[in-house]
T-cell receptor, first 114, second 114 residues
Framework: GAGVSQSPSNKVTEKGKDVELRCDPISGHTALYWYRQSLGQGLEFLIY????????KSGLPSDRFSAERTGGSVSTLTIQRTQQEDSAVYLC????????????FGQGTRLTVV | AQSVSQHNHHVILSEAASLELGCNYSYGGTVNLFWYVQYPGQHLQLLLKYFSGDPLVKGIKGFEAEFIKSKFSFNLRKPSVQWSDTAEYFC????????????FGKGTRLSVIA
């Protein structure tokens, strides 16, 4: 596609349920990022996929959070046993692999845990 | 690890006023620097970027930023703001190697009043 696509755009879930958020990066982009945006907290880095390298998971807030990237393209962020503090906008971005690349962002998934 | 500080959380300006948003980063090596903007209801988009060369970079919509290596700063400026510049502005940094994720500051909300 022309841009980074995320689905769903909005998700309301009950506390304790698992959720999956999807990201389709721009075709050919080997780097993919997940961020969480909360009011007053800016963009919190979650995880970074770069080509075939092991992902940088240093930003994942707990073991309830995990992410996969299949075939070097689509990525899924999974949050298990959701808590109210997980409510936020989850943003995905992708970029080329070069020392002068910059990231393109999707519209985000707004997650509300009730 | 890299970190980014944006000292202004919310800036309110009248139209035609000059703007300067502060950004300081913490990283000992060579860096790529970015400013992203998020207009209300829209996704993050790149405003300008610095990779190397002239430390004064110009972006879209009349924005510019100056990289001062000795101060680890990359402040954003615009000589005369417009109401349409109302948005949230994020400074970001990564290393040119491509092996480090893009790290963002907490953002500065700019409100331009008529």
């Amino acid at each position: 596609g022309a841009g980074v696509s995320q689905s769903p755009s909005n998700k309301v879930t009950e506390k304790g349920k698992d959720v999956e958020l999807r990201c389709d990066p721009i075709s050919g982009h080997t780097a993919l990022y997940w961020y969480r945006q909360s009011l007053g907290q800016g963009l919190e880095f979650l995880i970074y996929f770069q080509g075939n390298s092991a992902p940088d998971k240093s930003g994942l807030p707990s073991d309830r959070f995990s992410a996969e990237r299949t075939g070097g393209s689509v990525s899924t962020l999974t949050i298990q046993r959701t808590q109210q503090e997980d409510s936020a906008v989850y943003l995905c971005a992708s970029s080329l692999t070069s020392d002068r690349a910059f990231a393109f962002f999707g519209q985000g998934t707004r997650l509300t845990v009730v | 690890a890299q970190s980014v500080s944006q000292h202004n959380h919310h800036v309110i300006l009248s139209e035609a006023a000059s703007l300067e948003l502060g950004c300081n980063y913490s990283y000992g090596g060579t860096v790529n620097l970015f400013w992203y903007v998020q207009y209300p209801g829209q996704h993050l988009q790149l405003l300008l970027k610095y990779f190397s060369g002239d430390p004064l970079v110009k972006g879209i919509k009349g924005f510019e930023a100056e990289f001062i290596k000795s101060k680890f700063s990359f402040n954003l400026r615009k000589p005369s703001v417009q109401w349409s510049d109302t948005a949230e502005y994020f400074c970001a940094v990564n290393a040119p190697s491509g092996n480090t994720p893009l790290v963002f500051g907490k953002g500065t909300r700019l409100s331009v009043i008529a």
